[in-house]
């Protein structure tokens, strides 16, 4: 019978059979598919395991904390947190193009977190049990379409964990390939993964990094960062976070527009809100979110984001729009 628990407990004892008392590595971005396997090995082989969490500072607010407090209470796993902001800002600092920031942001990722692995890997080096394992949350829909649906025809370069040198040698444990994401959520509520990560919605690799349209730099992040809050909270509060998919927040960082607020005249930034609905990211369709919800969400970022005096409405399914604008 399927019931999470079940789930938990086979899959808890074939991570046990495969790994031995060999050491684990993995890489955590605070998604559920990474969170969900974490906490799985964790759950089968305690400290063995290591997380390694890269902050690029490319995360929306809260995002950290609750990866590196939350979860870690959750779950007990042992996490290295490498604060990397400054590194990423620095390689990205004036860069506008959509596959440059991509391409910067993918190899930063991998270069960080690489040197984190060998730091752990050395760390353990002379020990009976070496760290030989890499966790990695494949998902069953990632196994069959061979490739993940994702990015298929190499429209954007989807940066994901991958292409660790040579000379780390991993083998690899994906304790999620037979499951899909409903699947998996229960999973993580099974092993008691904080709800705010098992109920995540898409976000991309690169992060707030590809929703600022123009350069990325710490005032613009911020300015973001506080208007993707009040969106998600509304939208929460309106409870349609299980009808939307994902509703990206867009800087217009390079475009200003005359406003009024109070008495004087404001010449600030737009930012888009771009709510969709789709079934698995490779189309999808605007979503017809209510529009007090969108009065409600418009007031709040120009009341509260004083950099931010219009807030628009992407009305383009996919295609021809991506979902994100970079
Ligand atoms: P697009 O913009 O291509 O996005 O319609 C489709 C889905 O993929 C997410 N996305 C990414 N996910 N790394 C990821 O892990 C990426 O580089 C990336 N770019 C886009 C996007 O949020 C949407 O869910």
Redesign the pocket.
């Known amino acids: 019978e399927w019931t999470p628990g079940n789930v938990v407990d086979e899959l808890v004892e074939s991570i046990r059979d495969q790994v031995g008392e060999d050491r684990v590595l993995c890489a955590l971005s605070g998604g559920v598919d990474s969170s969900v396997a974490a906490a799985l090995v964790q759950r089968a082989v305690g400290d063995q395991l290591t997380c390694v969490f890269v902050d690029h500072g490319l995360l929306r607010e809260g995002e950290a904390e609750q990866v590196e407090k939350d979860f870690v209470e959750a779950t007990g796993v042992d996490l290295v947190v490498v604060d990397a902001q400054e590194r990423f800002l620095t390689a990205l600092a004036g860069v506008t193009e959509p596959e440059a920031k991509?391409k910067i942001i993918g190899e930063q990722f991998i270069r960080v977190f690489e040197q984190a692995a060998r730091d752990v890997v050395g760390s353990h080096a002379d020990e009976e049990h070496p760290v030989k394992w890499l966790v990695q949350g494949t998902l069953y829909p990632d196994v069959v379409e061979s490739g993940g649906g994702?990015?298929a025809a190499n429209?954007?370069?989807?940066?994901?964990v991958g292409g660790l040198p040579d000379d780390l040698q991993f083998k690899l444990i994906e304790p999620l390939r037979t499951l899909f994401k409903d699947e998996v959520r229960q999973v993580g509520l099974e092993l008691g993964v904080p709800e705010v990560i098992v109920w995540r919605q898409?976000?991309?690799?690169?992060g707030l990094g590809?929703r600022i349209i123009g350069a990325v730099d710490a005032e613009r992040l911020a300015i973001l960062r506080r208007a993707d809050a009040i969106a998600r909270d509304e939208l929460t509060k309106a409870g349609l976070d299980r009808d939307i998919?994902?509703c990206?927040v867009v800087l217009l960082a390079d475009v200003r527009s005359v406003g009024v607020q109070g008495d004087f005249r404001t010449y600030g930034h737009p930012v888009v809100l771009r709510p969709v609905a789709s079934e698995d990211?490779m189309t999808?369709d605007w979503a017809r979110v209510p529009y007090e919800v969108l009065a409600q969400i418009s007031t709040r970022i120009t009341n509260e984001v004083t950099e931010v005096n219009r807030v628009v409405l992407d009305v383009t399914s996919?295609p021809p729009g991506?979902?994100?604008w970079e």
Do not use: V
């Open positions: 991509r994702e990015g429209i954007k370069s989807h940066h994901n898409p976000f991309p690799g690169p590809i998919w994902q990206p990211a999808a996919k991506t979902i994100e």
